[in-house]
């Protein structure tokens, strides 16, 4: 397992979604399983999408009601 922050700005699309030209810093986890000769047989990426997309203004939370 390994934890790291991935920190740029969003300067190319996002899939559908457009450039915003804003800076982002997502905190990520990956997971990693190996085979019995120790190469990586599969894996998974962690990160909060949801909080990604209202850093660089793709969404917008609700106001507090």
Do not use: I
């Not at 990520?28 to 190469?39: H, I, K, Q």
């Amino acid at each position: 397992m390994a934890g790291f922050r991935a920190r740029g700005t969003n300067s190319g699309p996002l899939g559908s979604v457009p450039a915003r030209h804003r800076r982002m810093d997502v905190a990520f986890c990956e997971v990693l399983r190996y085979d019995a000769e120790g190469r990586v047989a599969s894996g998974e990426l962690y990160y909060d999408a949801m909080s990604a997309m209202v850093r660089l203004g793709h969404l917008h939370l609700p106001a507090s009601a």
